[in-house]
């Protein structure tokens, strides 16, 4: 990628400054890790049987904990290291709620976790076409994000998607069959094609989540389709809004606090004070197409706020 800075009609390209050491990366990133990836930093340099993670963290809207990886290097396995990662951090759960309640003198409960959610982040200035191609499957719980440092102390993160509906369980070989697969019965990475194929879900539910999403979309090129186990979230900074595909309507939950949202028609219900699946205070279930509009009006104000925060 190539970036300039606009003068009248005039573009200046702004050169790189490329890292010299995996350090400065890390440093970068645990520093302003909540800015980065909504998440909690745990600890650094965290050791376990002979292995050594560059960072923990911790995910507080999926409940479990993400390890953060950096590299410089192209000559590496992401699956080999991440598929080790994974199984050392499950077959260890009670080091990890240990070691967070200490660093954070807070309170986790085994039970609280879910480490179906668990997964690792790999960043790294550059990831090889075959590093990339080896993760290219629908069910690997791993991200790749590419780092770049600029002049005029510009910071660049691009996260490399994948777009395969393949499992990796098809393609393992006899001796990587006994890590992955076990890693694959516990870990789970959820796709939007998983709410999408449930049979309970009519047909017109999921049209109407279709022509909604379009509507979402069009609001802007900043914003991510984040599917999780019970429901959709459209994220800009964070969710603004999170969308559950049920039998006969698409149950909606805007993020804005108790207080902070226009609704003159009063369709929303408050669940501040009671417990549910998506973000936000508000929530609201919609069945018709006739809907939408007022349904955007009230999505608008929470992407806007994120826009204005």
């Given at each position: 990628?190539?970036l300039?800075i606009?003068?009248?009609n005039?573009?200046?390209?702004?050169?790189?400054k490329?890292f010299n050491l995996?350090?400065?990366?890390?440093d970068l990133v645990?520093?302003?890790?909540?800015?980065?990836?909504?998440?909690?930093?745990?600890k650094?340099?965290?050791?376990i049987?002979?292995?050594?993670?560059d960072?923990?963290c911790y995910?507080?809207?999926?409940?479990?904990?993400?390890?953060i990886?950096y590299?410089?290097?192209s000559s590496y396995?992401?699956i080999?290291?991440g598929y080790?990662?994974?199984s050392?951090l499950?077959?260890?759960?009670?080091?990890?709620i240990?070691e967070?309640?200490?660093t954070?003198?807070?309170?986790l409960?085994?039970?609280?976790?879910d480490?179906?959610?668990?997964?690792?982040?790999?960043?790294s200035?550059?990831f090889s076409?075959y590093q990339?191609?080896?993760?290219?499957?629908?069910?690997v719980p791993?991200?790749l994000?590419e780092i770049k440092?600029?002049e005029?102390?510009?910071?660049?993160f691009?996260?490399?998607?994948t777009?395969?509906?393949e499992?990796i369980?098809?393609?393992?070989?006899?001796?990587?069959?006994?890590?992955?697969?076990?890693v694959?019965?516990?870990?789970?990475?959820?796709?939007?094609s998983?709410?999408?194929g449930q049979s309970?879900v009519?047909?017109?539910?999921?049209?109407l989540y279709q022509?909604?999403?379009?509507r979402?979309?069009?609001?802007?090129?900043d914003?991510d389709?984040?599917?999780?186990s019970m429901?959709?979230?459209f994220?800009?900074?964070t969710?603004f809004?999170d969308?559950?595909?049920?039998?006969k309507s698409?149950?909606?939950?805007?993020n804005?606090?108790k207080?902070?949202?226009d609704?003159?028609?009063?369709?929303?219900?408050d669940v501040?004070?009671?417990?549910?699946y998506?973000n936000g205070?508000y929530?609201?279930?919609v069945?018709?197409?006739t809907?939408l509009d007022?349904?955007?009006f009230?999505?608008?104000?929470?992407?806007?706020k994120?826009?204005?925060?």
């Amino acid at each position: 990628m190539k970036l300039f800075i606009q003068e009248k009609n005039q573009l200046n390209l702004i050169r790189s400054k490329p890292f010299n050491l995996e350090k400065e990366i890390q440093d970068l990133v645990e520093q302003n890790v909540e800015e980065l990836f909504d998440l909690e930093f745990v600890k650094s340099e965290m050791s376990i049987g002979g292995f050594r993670f560059d960072t923990l963290c911790y995910d507080f809207e999926n409940n479990s904990f993400v390890i953060i990886e950096y590299k410089k290097g192209s000559s590496y396995s992401v699956i080999d290291q991440g598929y080790t990662y994974l199984s050392i951090l499950l077959n260890n759960k009670s080091d990890f709620i240990l070691e967070y309640n200490e660093t954070k003198n807070n309170l986790l409960k085994r039970d609280g976790i879910d480490w179906s959610q668990s997964r690792i982040i790999f960043i790294s200035p550059k990831f090889s076409e075959y590093q990339k191609t080896s993760i290219n499957f629908k069910n690997v719980p791993f991200e790749l994000w590419e780092i770049k440092r600029f002049e005029n102390g510009l910071i660049g993160f691009d996260k490399h998607l994948t777009n395969s509906e393949e499992s990796i369980d098809t393609f393992t070989t006899e001796i990587e069959d006994t890590v992955v697969k076990k890693v694959s019965q516990e870990v789970k990475v959820h796709k939007e094609s998983d709410h999408l194929g449930q049979s309970r879900v009519s047909q017109e539910i999921k049209e109407l989540y279709q022509e909604l999403k379009k509507r979402i979309i069009d609001l802007g090129d900043d914003i991510d389709v984040v599917p999780r186990s019970m429901y959709i979230g459209f994220k800009r900074d964070t969710n603004f809004i999170d969308i559950k595909l049920t039998t006969k309507s698409l149950w909606c939950w805007i993020n804005m606090k108790k207080g902070e949202l226009d609704d003159p028609n009063e369709l929303c219900r408050d669940v501040s004070q009671i417990g549910h699946y998506g973000n936000g205070d508000y929530d609201l279930r919609v069945k018709s197409d006739t809907d939408l509009d007022y349904l955007m009006f009230l999505i608008k104000q929470s992407y806007k706020k994120q826009e204005d925060s």
